[in-house]
């Protein structure tokens, strides 16, 4: 049973930096492309930023280049979202998705696997 579980979450001062966990289980971590997705209050869900299950390819959304940095462990199955310099509208729900053999696509409706969310709250 594949399980996904971010953690880190919570409430920062605009300015303010926080970093995100997802742990994985139940799928050989290494062959998987790994994603973080957001939704905002009254949002669609949107693209954030993803790795390929190789490592070597990374992409980010314009709204996030330069502030957030993606990055993975194949040995702990984990992968990392560090957000710096946070605004208001980065307020939302950060979820953690699964793609196998993906390059890192930004299309939700790639990812096989997703977890339940954690909550970021900004304040400006």
């Known amino acids: 049973q594949v399980q996904l579980v971010e953690s880190g979450g919570g409430a920062v001062q605009a300015g303010g930096s926080l970093r995100l966990s997802c742990a994985a289980s139940?799928?050989?971590?290494?062959?998987?492309?790994m994603a973080w997705f957001r939704q905002g209050p009254g949002k669609e869900r949107e693209f954030v930023t993803a790795?390929?299950?190789?490592?070597?390819?990374?992409d980010y959304a314009d709204s996030v280049k330069g502030r957030f940095t993606i990055s993975r462990d194949n040995i702990k199955n984990m992968v990392y979202l560090q957000m710096n310099s946070l605004r208001a509208e980065d307020t939302a729900v950060y979820y953690c998705a699964a793609d196998r053999w993906g390059s890192g696509s930004t299309g939700s409706g790639q990812y096989d696997y997703w977890g339940q969310g954690t909550q970021v709250t900004v304040s400006a």
């Open positions: 139940g799928l050989t971590f290494r062959t998987y492309a």
């Open positions: 790795i390929s299950w190789t490592g070597d390819m990374r």
